[in-house]
């Protein structure tokens, strides 16, 4: 029930595309999705995050969709760039300072010049 | 704002030998810090969440007695690994959450501190 799941595990676009990435849960209690980018040998960064009383959610060329009824979520990159080229980590939690971010297993995207 | 630091950023130790790692909120109080273990290309795993003034919570299968963790200010909280074996060789996250984000638990991460244990 605490458990978040991801998909696709790796992900290959072309300059310009736009790369989904899906993520699914369980508990209803969850109130809170982040989504975070890793580069390698660094920490994860905040990307943008959503709460459920919204469907959709835009910052820059980063857009999540949120799907309460079928307890999904996604994250849309827009006009991806080799830049953007990272392992990407949906994530759920609880309201409460304490609780516990649960993660996903992790997306690693490529995009290819 | 929202800027959290760990240090060292690498250290290799001999195996029997403690490692203290740092983890501090440069711009904000963090009552609640949290410790992190990644495996090369894995998610993060939880180890334990850190209190301010109390002991710690670690996550089940976590040896406390190995994975000791001290949140002596609202600034600082810290990890050491005792009695280093190189199966404890990992990445090790701390993250942290500002206050005056509510009540979500939006945190923000350190970069990281890659342990090596020869």
């Known amino acids: 029930q605490q458990q978040v799941k991801q998909s696709p595990q790796s992900l290959i676009v072309q300059k310009g595309g736009i790369p989904i990435i899906n993520c699914a849960y369980e508990?209803?209690?969850?109130?809170?999705f982040p989504w975070y980018q890793q580069f390698p040998g660094k920490g994860p960064a905040l990307l943008i995050a959503i709460r459920p009383d919204v469907s959709e959610k835009k910052e820059g060329r980063f857009t999540i969709s949120f799907n309460k009824s079928a307890k999904q979520f996604s994250l849309h990159i827009m006009d991806s760039q080799p830049g953007d080229s990272a392992t990407y980590f949906c994530?759920?939690?609880?309201?409460?300072?304490?609780?516990?971010?649960?993660f996903g297993t992790g997306t690693l995207l490529a995009v290819q010049p | 704002g929202a800027v959290v630091s760990q240090h060292p950023s690498r250290v290799i130790c001999k195996s029997g030998t403690s490692v203290k790692i740092e983890c501090r909120s440069l711009d904000f109080q963090a009552t609640t810090m949290f410790w992190y273990r990644q495996f090369p290309k894995k998610s993060l795993m939880l180890m334990a969440t850190?209190?301010?003034?109390?002991?710690?919570?670690?996550e089940q299968g976590v040896e406390k007695d190995k994975f000791l963790i001290n949140h002596a200010s609202l600034t600082l909280s810290t990890l050491t690994v005792t009695s280093a074996h190189p199966e404890d060789s990992s990445f090790y996250i701390c993250?942290?959450?500002?206050?005056?984000?509510?009540?979500?638990?939006?945190?923000?991460f350190g970069p990281g501190t890659r342990l090596t244990v020869l």
């Open positions: 850190s209190n301010e003034g109390s002991k710690a919570t670690y």
């Open positions: 993250s942290a959450r500002p206050p005056s984000r509510g009540a979500y638990n939006e945190q923000f």
């Open positions: 508990n209803t209690a969850f109130d809170y």
């Open positions: 994530a759920a939690s609880w309201r409460g300072a304490t609780n516990k971010l649960i």
